[in-house]
């Protein structure tokens, strides 16, 4: 199958006018614990990750209606998922015109939508066309589902997500707590890395990653995993496969995709402790990519608590060694030019 193929059909809207296979910690937080009530809509759901995602949530047990999206495809997309035997109603829209009644009511909305990394690209590159894509699904957002929580996962996150933010502010729908770049993918990768270097139990294994979702601005917290024994060269190999981590898996590909299954367990993981969160459930922490003054970047990922109204409180980070305080330094320009731009996108189109 071809890039294309993999790619989530939303990308025809970006003109302007537009068990062990998951690890026993995702397992658990798939178990559903009071009766699923809520609306989780996946916008780009006929896509590589939207597929195996929206698959993924509905094995979670905790939705009520599992509202799918997509230009094209959606309905038997939804129509197969549907079969599975777990909790929640499945329902699938397609076509520009059904965005508003997938979104109504929604509690979640995660955003999977935009074109996949070829060989030799990086997450920059895919700007201007994702810009466009998430940009349009902020401003039905905006009307349809103002009180949602918003998890992004499109491609650059580090502007896309001010770009989301932007227009819900400009459309006076803003709510900073509820508004995530999904980075959870660089915690997994983290962890499953760690213990295979380690030799630990990855079920077992904590790792915070701070930063942002793009190379070098992912920071991998390694100073500070339990039980660890590393080198300054180990910890210098790991950080940079981990921030890198995605090349890997396109090259792998052979250009045919990017990191597609593996984003969409992460995507799922995350979804569903967002979801604990909204409904009660106790210390609920998860790294995410949020507004906040940790740094003169406006958006910075870091461990958060999930609660009723999405992010609770924002941990931040202390006592880097020279190495991740010099990774943070280095990269916090970095961050803050990506995000100016998705502003600049916004304001200019």
Do not use: W
């Not at 920059?124 to 349809?144: H, R, W």
């Amino acid at each position: 199958m071809s890039a294309v193929a993999r790619a989530s059909p939303l990308v025809r809207m970006a003109a302007p006018t537009a068990s062990k296979a998951i690890g026993v910690s995702a397992a658990r937080s798939f178990t559903g614990t009071a009766r699923a009530q809520n609306k989780v809509a996946v916008v780009g759901a006929a896509g590589g990750i939207g597929q195996s995602m929206s698959l993924l949530l509905k094995l979670s047990g905790k939705i009520g209606h599992l509202s799918l999206f997509d230009i094209v495809n959606t309905p038997g997309v939804a129509a197969d998922i549907s079969h599975c035997n777990s909790e929640g109603k499945v329902t699938g829209h397609k076509g520009a015109e059904e965005m508003g009644t997938a979104l109504d009511g929604a509690d979640i909305v995660v955003i999977p939508a935009g074109v996949p990394r070829k060989p030799g690209m990086t997450r920059d590159d895919l700007f201007n066309t994702n810009a466009s894509i998430v940009k349009g699904i902020a401003e039905q957002c905006s009307k349809s589902c103002p009180n949602a929580c918003f998890l992004i996962i499109s491609n650059p996150v580090n502007s896309t997500v001010p770009i989301f933010g932007d227009v819900l502010k400009a459309n006076g729908v803003f709510n900073p707590a509820k508004l995530m770049g999904v980075t959870s993918l660089d915690v997994v990768r983290a962890k499953t890395f760690v213990a295979e270097h380690q030799g630990l139990d990855v079920s077992k294994m904590k790792v915070d990653v701070i930063g942002g979702h793009a190379g070098t601005t992912i920071i991998p917290l390694l100073s500070k995993v339990k039980g660890a024994d590393f080198t300054e060269e180990d910890i210098k190999a790991l950080t940079h496969r981990i921030q890198f981590g995605g090349d890997e898996v396109v090259q792998a590909k052979d250009g045919a995709g990017s990191a597609t299954l593996s984003m969409a367990h992460a995507g799922a993981y995350f979804a569903g402790r967002v979801l604990d969160g909204l409904n009660g459930v106790k210390n609920v922490k998860e790294c995410t990519f949020v507004e906040c003054d940790l740094t003169d970047a406006p958006f910075f990922a870091s461990p958060c608590t999930l609660g009723k109204d999405g992010v609770s409180k924002i941990h931040g980070f202390s006592k880097l060694t020279p190495f991740e305080q010099a990774l943070v330094d280095d990269n916090v320009p970095t961050l803050i030019n990506m995000a100016k731009k998705g502003s600049e996108f916004v304001k200019n189109n």
